[in-house]
């Protein structure tokens, strides 16, 4: 499984907990635009499809550490150039 960087990860529950504060509540009474958007990606980020446990599971790899580091930049790839001759008038 794909796991956010760390602070991604901080900065997504620390936005969730701030917007779920702040927002207002949809037409029907349920969560916001943003807050639906914030869980949305929490969840797909933990692997979780509640919310709750995704912050559960965000919580705790942030206190263990285990959020992993980036991987390192892949390599440039050298760019060949190429002369192009074409006809002349």
Known sequence: MLMPHPVVL???V???????????????GGPGPRTRDLAYTLC???????????????RRWLAAGTAPAPAPA????????????????
């Open 10 to 12: 901080r900065g997504l």
């Open 44 to 58: 797909v980020s933990t692997g979780t499809r509640d919310v709750a446990r995704a912050l559960e599971a965000a």
């Open 14 to 28: 620390e936005e969730y907990e701030a917007v779920v504060a702040h927002e207002a509540a949809d037409d029907r």
């Open 74 to 89: 892949p390599a440039p790839v050298p760019v060949a150039v190429v002369e192009t001759v074409g006809a002349r008038d």
